[in-house]
């Protein structure tokens, strides 16, 4: 016999520990890195917005990257539906990095604080970007 209840405070409690250091280091201000959002692609946006809510794209944006890739190379889904039910191509390079053109001065600045050195560019192409 299974309690549900009790199965799902127990996975929430698990969830509310195991995402307590990311939480615990929200707002110190003076120790994480300031990614930059000042690029063309996003001077011209009307709403500054990401495509999902920030908090999400700020701790969850590697599980939708997985996800994107899931989709486009297995389903061969190539338009991704966002929450707010705007429509956006599943590209990594040509998404993403649109916006996020200066990958130094945004992705990296955080993938070097937090000593993480995604592998994808290995294949996919990183922005050019002025030196
Ligand atoms: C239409 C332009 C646009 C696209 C496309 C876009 N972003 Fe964003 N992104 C933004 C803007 C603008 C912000 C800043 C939002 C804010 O300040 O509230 C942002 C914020 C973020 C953040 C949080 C940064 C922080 O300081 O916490 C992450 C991480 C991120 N984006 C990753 C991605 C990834 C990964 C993709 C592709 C799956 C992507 N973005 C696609 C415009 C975009
Ligand atoms: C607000 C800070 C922040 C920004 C901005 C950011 N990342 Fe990240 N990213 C992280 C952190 C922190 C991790 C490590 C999370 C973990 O290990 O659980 C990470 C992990 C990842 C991973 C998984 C890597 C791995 O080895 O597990 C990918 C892929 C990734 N980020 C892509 C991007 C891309 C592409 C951009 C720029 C468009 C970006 N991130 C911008 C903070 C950020
Ligand atoms: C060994 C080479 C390789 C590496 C490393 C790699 N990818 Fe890919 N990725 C591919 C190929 C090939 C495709 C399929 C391209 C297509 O069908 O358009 C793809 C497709 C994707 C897509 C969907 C389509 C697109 O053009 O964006 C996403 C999103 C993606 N990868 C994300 C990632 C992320 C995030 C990482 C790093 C954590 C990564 N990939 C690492 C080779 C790679």
Same mark, same amino acid.
């Given at each position: 016999m299974y309690n549900g209840g009790k199965i799902l405070l127990g996975i929430l409690i698990f969830l509310a520990l195991a995402t307590f250091p990311f939480y615990n280091n929200i707002?110190?201000? +003076?120790v994480e890195p300031k990614p930059s959002i000042d690029t063309p692609a996003i001077q011209k946006l009307s709403e500054k917005k990401c495509i999902e809510p920030t908090a999400f794209m700020k701790a969850e944006h590697m599980v939708l990257l997985n996800e994107w890739r899931d989709l486009a190379?297995? +389903?061969?889904?190539?338009v991704y539906v966002a929450g707010d039910g705007k429509k956006y191509t599943?590209?990594?390079?040509?998404?993403c990095m649109k916006c996020h053109s200066n990958k130094k001065e945004f992705c990296d600045k955080c993938h070097n604080y937090a000593g993480v050195s995604p592998y994808c560019w290995d294949c996919h192409l990183a922005p050019k970007e002025g030196k």
């Open positions: 707002g110190k201000a +003076d190379v297995r +389903d061969n889904n190539r599943i590209s990594l390079q040509n998404t």
